[in-house]
């Protein structure tokens, strides 16, 4: 473990792998409307801003289809608590250990952003979980006023992350650590452009953000010092 600083992360990045499968197999993939023509329906719903567009997502009122929309929303979203606390989890342990290895304090603010984003991230499932619950009878302004901040202190402190771990890791010498800190600015960059405006950049955001976990996870398994020169960076 000595030679490989990051196995800790890497081996809650593997759960965080084994969480996503699942709760991709349990959200609904499919939904009655779309929104901006976002494929993804969990990703629509998190970037709702309009009580019709929550209404064209999850269909009529009173219909089988909308029913069945509410059920697997509202499995998906319970079971991401455990899943946003694997994935803040390897997040915060990244940065830890970035920063024991290294000997550079600065880098415990990754941290702070991992716990920034589990935040954000539970305090959406509240306001999804009311507003489906809410569905019926119209009620939901309160709540989706709400999701649009909460949505963005998740994704926004994510992306941040990212581009922050991201800066420092391009001072290694490696093609994989590149690579990562490209992806990172790309996904920063795509983020912004999301939150200015929500549009066409807004699933490729959110895809981008899943291949950021997916390289970090993959650097945790393969970073050897020796073969870099990143720890003294």
């Not at 800790?8 to 609904?28: D, E, K, R, Y």
């Not at 771990?165 to 994989?176: A, H, K, P």
């Amino acid at each position: 473990m000595g030679q490989r600083p990051y196995i800790l992360s890497g081996l809650i990045g593997l759960a965080v792998i084994v969480m996503s499968l699942l709760n991709m197999s349990v959200f609904p993939q499919q939904s009655p409307g779309q929104i901006d023509g976002i494929g993804s329906p969990i990703i629509a719903f998190e970037f709702a801003e309009t009580p019709a567009e929550i209404n064209t997502l999850f269909g009529a009122a009173g219909t089988p289809e909308q029913a069945t929309m509410v059920q697997a929303m509202d499995r998906g979203n319970r079971l991401d608590y455990l899943y946003m606390l694997l994935y803040s989890s390897f997040l915060f342990s990244f940065a830890v250990l970035a920063a024991r290895h290294t000997g550079q304090r600065w880098l415990y603010a990754g941290a702070a952003l991992a716990l920034l984003a589990f935040s954000g991230d539970a305090l959406e499932n509240m306001q999804l979980l009311g507003i489906t619950a809410n569905l019926a009878s119209g009620d939901f302004t309160a709540e989706l006023a709400r999701l649009h901040w909460f949505t963005w202190l998740k994704w926004g402190s994510l992306a941040t992350y990212f581009l922050f771990m991201g800066m420092w890791l391009w001072r290694g010498n490696g093609r994989l650590a590149k690579l990562i800190t490209i992806t990172a600015v790309v996904t920063f960059l795509l983020g912004l452009v999301s939150f200015i405006q929500r549009g066409p950049a807004t699933e490729p955001f959110t895809l981008a953000v899943a291949f950021m976990f997916l390289l970090l996870i993959i650097f945790s398994f393969v970073f050897k010092p020796e073969e870099t020169e990143i720890a003294h960076g």
